[in-house]
């Protein structure tokens, strides 16, 4: 890994981690089972990427980025909660996450459920209380969050579009829509985010978006390729890449997406280097 | 019922139910399922107290409600996802909804767990995107909301609190806090929202946040009640006011609880009265 990307990564994850533990309600406040199951999912050695993309973003234009850290904390905890909602029984029936029991596994399907309504609801609240930027624009990176989290453009639409697919031959274009709600929705987000609070212009903010867009996809295509080729078959009768394209072609597919996306940042010279840099890192989980 | 409260109720339901409408993904977009999970749900022929409560508040002080209706919406929506994870099997496991199937049996566990996760995403979004009114406004209500459908202090605390009661004696301040964080919470959000977003004055909303209190609790003590008298025993082995009271008792706490809300809203004066039919129309309910 780019020795930059390792330096920035080595600061901001533990400061990540530090935000969370303290917008989370504490362990031993009442419900305590909810409250523990909500940090179990969360503080869990995640690589937090989707909030270290967003710091990403934002340190690009400001040189102190940790006042961003509420932000980047809240879309870690869209995340926490829809991998506790996909792993429950109903959904994709994972007992595992991360190598240990999933949440509904170490506490029961209902604590499960409603953690994650908790980490979903109280990511709006972080949002909300916020005095960062001014709000009319904090205003809009809620907007633009609950749009990459829900349905008919988010998160939340790519899982069910998972789900239905399960069993049944997609398209290449269907499965490019399935894994851009699914993954590249909130990767997206947190990108784009992180350029808007640090006051991006107009035009920088338009390359982040293709940017946001490239990676999104190229990050779900990746993470089928470790499914596929980490033998725990977490994937099957899943539509996937390579399903539907082998292996080797998925690689390559991955690899043009991450060649557009630095191509995308490439106006932004010096500012765009982490943002570069992340490719790199993302595509190496590949090789 | 009043006939002032009888005259708005034929008003405001209307609009309500055309908000929602227009709101929720038309449910011939994809995923359709989902969509139409969410219409199903919301669009059921609910009583919209929760809204009606918020528009009522609101136009106490501003002729014109018409632009509160999207707030308003949004909070019928964070009561009907509840509603949808209340009813899932891991939960109350309840088959039937006033009279039609619960979400996860008319579609799949899977589509209502998803569905109640975007109605809440949607909720949010609403909000965000609203231009009632300042931005640093329409954040505290985004906030206020948050922290009365999260946890600790709000519906899903409650939720937890309920689940972790059932089977257990309970005592009567026990109880008193699962109902108001379970359901009081988002009734007096939804009425503080209204009343503030009206522009009402500091000393008009400490009555009103009294006034919330009140009927906040008081509507399920008396929800309870019907519960009790109903004969379709959905609250077998919870902890109800009737268990702990009796019928009677409770129907006097209920009574009390009431006309504590109705004096809290006497300074108001005559913005207080559609306020105060709502105490006399929710109490009637129980009789």
Redesign the interface.
């Known amino acids: 890994m780019n020795t930059e990307l390792r330096a920035f990564l080595d600061r901001v994850r533990p400061a990540i981690d530090a935000t969370l533990g303290e917008l989370l ?1 504490p362990e031993t ?3 305590l ?3 523990q199951a ?1 940090r179990y999912s969360t503080m869990d050695g995640g690589k937090r990427i989707r909030p270290a993309l967003c710091i990403a973003a934002f340190s690009a234009y400001k040189q102190d980025w940790k006042p961003i850290l509420p932000v980047a904390a809240a879309i870690e905890m869209i995340h926490s ?1 829809s991998l506790i ?1 996909d792993d ?1 029984p ?2 994709d029936d994972d007992d595992f996450r991360r190598g240990r029991p999933s949440c509904h596994k170490q506490f ?4 499960a ?2 953690a ?3 980490l ?3 990511a ?2 972080v ?3 916020s005095k960062l930027v ?3 624009r ?3 990176v ?2 633009v969050l ?2 990459a ?4 453009a ?1 998160m ?2 790519g ?3 998972d ?2 697919g399960e069993g049944h031959p997609v398209t290449g274009e269907q499965l490019k829509a399935i894994h851009r709600s699914k993954t590249g929705a909130l990767i997206g987000a947190a990108v784009w985010i992180g350029a808007y609070l640090g006051e991006a212009s107009e035009s920088d903010l338009t390359s982040i978006q293709k940017y946001c867009d490239r990676i999104g996809l190229a990050f779900q295509v990746i993470d089928d390729i470790l499914d596929a080729t980490d033998g725990e078959n977490r994937d099957e009768g899943k539509a996937t890449y390579p399903a539907l394209y082998g292996l080797a072609e998925s690689r390559t597919i991955a690899r043009g997406l991450m060649s557009e996306a630095r191509q995308a940042v490439q106006p932004l010279g010096s500012r765009g280097e982490l943002l570069m840099a992340f490719c790199d890192y993302l595509e190496e989980r590949t090789s």
Chains 1, 2 share one sequence.
């Open positions: 309600p406040q009442p419900p089972r909810l409250h909500m909660y909602h429950l109903a959904m029961d399907e209902a604590i459920i409603l994650g309504d908790a979903l609801t109280l709006f609240e949002l909300a209380l001014p709000p009319e904090m205003l809009r809620l907007s609950a749009k989290a829900g349905s008919p988010g939340i639409a899982q069910v579009l789900l239905e």
